[in-house]
């Protein structure tokens, strides 16, 4: 069965800190990840997408790792602000085809707050 | 660009009642998704929809739930009848067919009392 884990399942950091996130996943075969940003009360916004040809990607302070032969991958937020603070999601897509035609395994997501 | 738009954003209604939730995609978007978010279960997939025509329904959780896209800018998703367990945020997405990035509307909440 295909499977996403994320932790931890809440964190608590003072801005300007830096955290990392992990999302472990058993999704077979493996398309893409995906990490999402979900707002309180908006929808999920994509930070990140990663092929199992790329190992890394930054969208700003965000920057995402895939390793690809563990099946994990972590999401590095730099030097938080507050605006931080929201759900972050990891998406993995199985199947040989790009966009719809994948089938998704989505986690629960890791709740992040960041305080002065 | 107005991004994906859905309404109503809040539905209050009573169990038993029919309930239609709407979705405007992404102008030029021919790839539709209706996703179900909960605290216990997270986002799920309930269906996708490539060029208008129904790909994969196989997250639809009972015949009470049916999904149309009679155009390119236009989708429903209807719960007849409502049940309180379905109250939850319910989501539309779109993106390019072949393009891996989604784009998600504000959502729909649903309360089912």
């Known amino acids: 069965k295909n499977q996403v884990e994320q932790s931890p399942q809440s964190l608590i950091i003072l801005e300007g800190k830096n955290c990392t996130l992990q999302c472990n996943y058993t999704v077979s075969p493996f398309s893409n990840l995906r990490w999402y940003k979900q707002d309180t009360g908006r929808g999920p916004v994509s930070l990140t997408i990663?092929?199992?040809?790329?190992n890394t990607k930054s969208n700003g302070r965000y920057t995402a790792t895939l390793d690809a032969d563990t099946k994990q991958s972590s999401l590095h937020i730099t030097a938080s602000q507050l605006s931080d603070s929201a759900s972050y999601i990891c998406v993995v897509s199985a199947g040989g085809l790009t966009g719809g035609g994948n089938k998704l395994t989505f986690g629960t997501g890791t709740q992040l707050k960041v305080e002065l | 660009d107005a991004g994906v738009i859905q309404s109503p954003r809040h539905e209050v209604t009573e169990m038993g009642q029919e309930v239609t939730l709407r979705c405007k995609p992404i102008s030029g978007h021919n790839s539709l998704f209706w996703y179900r978010q909960t605290m216990m279960r997270g986002l799920e997939l309930l269906i996708y929809?490539?060029?208008?025509?129904?790909?994969?329904d196989s997250g639809m959780p009972e015949d009470r739930f049916s999904a149309k896209m009679p155009n390119a800018s236009f989708s429903t998703l209807k719960i007849q009848p409502s049940e309180p367990r379905d109250s939850a945020v319910y989501f539309c997405?779109?993106?390019?067919?072949?393009?891996?990035?989604?784009?998600f509307g504000p959502g729909t909440r649903l309360t089912v009392l």
């Open positions: 929809f490539n060029n208008n025509v129904p790909i994969d």
């Open positions: 990663m092929t199992f040809s790329e």
């Open positions: 997405a779109s993106s390019l067919l072949g393009h891996n990035e989604q784009f």
